[in-house]
């Protein structure tokens, strides 16, 4: 079993729809957890990030944390074909160190 | 500022041969990781340094090493390329490594291919 699980999709939506972007881990050790938009042949750059348990907002993104049953998610308002891309979530493992456990990532493509 | 910049964006090896890619980080930024992105797959951790030192190790063969200058730049040597070598190679920098929430931020990667 992969520590984090993302369904790689694709993905499609018409503009304007909600987008909900999901990913399951296993260790419960996990306390920041990231997600970063990667654009074909890019880097992946950083969208939000959440501590613990909770919600953030950030503009059309929430990003949102259920540390009890392990479970992370990402929603998307008002999509944007800009918004078509691949969404990696990565909690961060931290152990003197940091390092990321990426998910597969989701493709999405948004259609006008 | 400059982001993180990575050289060369592309490279084309043969089996068996050497490679080394380089990294030069944000402005301020200590550390350097490396992770390893094969098509359809999410970036997988390879090192982490810090000030020079080595801090942390993914599940890498020995063929892959790295290095961290006094600048803050880095390295990855990866020896005896193999097929499965092919990949895009990340380079992220953050601001520190002892800490939690220590935010990375990446560049735009080198697209190794190995034939």
Redesign the interface.
């Given at each position: 079993q992969k520590e984090v699980e993302q369904d790689p999709g694709p993905l499609s939506v018409p503009e304007g729809a909600i987008v909900s972007l999901n990913c399951t881990y296993s260790n419960s050790a996990f306390q920041y957890f990231m997600w970063y938009r990667q654009y074909s042949r890019k880097g992946p750059e950083l969208l939000m990030y959440t501590y613990s348990s909770g919600n953030k907002e950030d503009g059309r993104f929430t990003a949102q944390v259920d540390k009890s049953s392990k479970y992370i998610s990402l929603f998307i308002r008002d999509s944007q074909p800009s918004d078509s891309a691949t969404y990696l979530c990565a909690p961060e493992e931290y152990g003197g160190y940091n390092k990321l456990i990426f998910g597969a990532g989701t493709r999405l493509a948004v259609h006008p | 500022d400059a982001g993180?910049t990575q050289s060369p964006t592309h490279l084309i090896k043969t089996r068996g041969q050497q490679v080394t890619l380089r990294c030069s980080p944000i402005s301020g930024h200590k550390s350097v990781?490396w992770?390893q992105q094969v098509l359809?797959?999410?970036?997988?951790?390879i090192f982490?340094y810090?000030e020079k030192e080595e801090?942390?190790r993914?599940n890498f063969p020995d063929r892959f090493s790295a290095r961290q200058f006094p600048n803050y730049s880095s390295e990855l040597n990866v020896n005896a390329l193999l097929l499965g070598d092919s990949a895009l190679y990340?380079c992220?920098s953050?601001l520190a490594?002892?800490?939690?929430?220590?935010?990375?931020?990446?560049?735009?990667?080198t697209?190794l291919s190995v034939l």
């Open positions: - | 993180v990781s992770y359809g797959q999410g970036p997988q951790f982490q810090y801090r942390g993914g990340l992220a953050s490594s002892s800490i939690a929430k220590n935010i990375q931020y990446f560049g735009a990667g697209r």
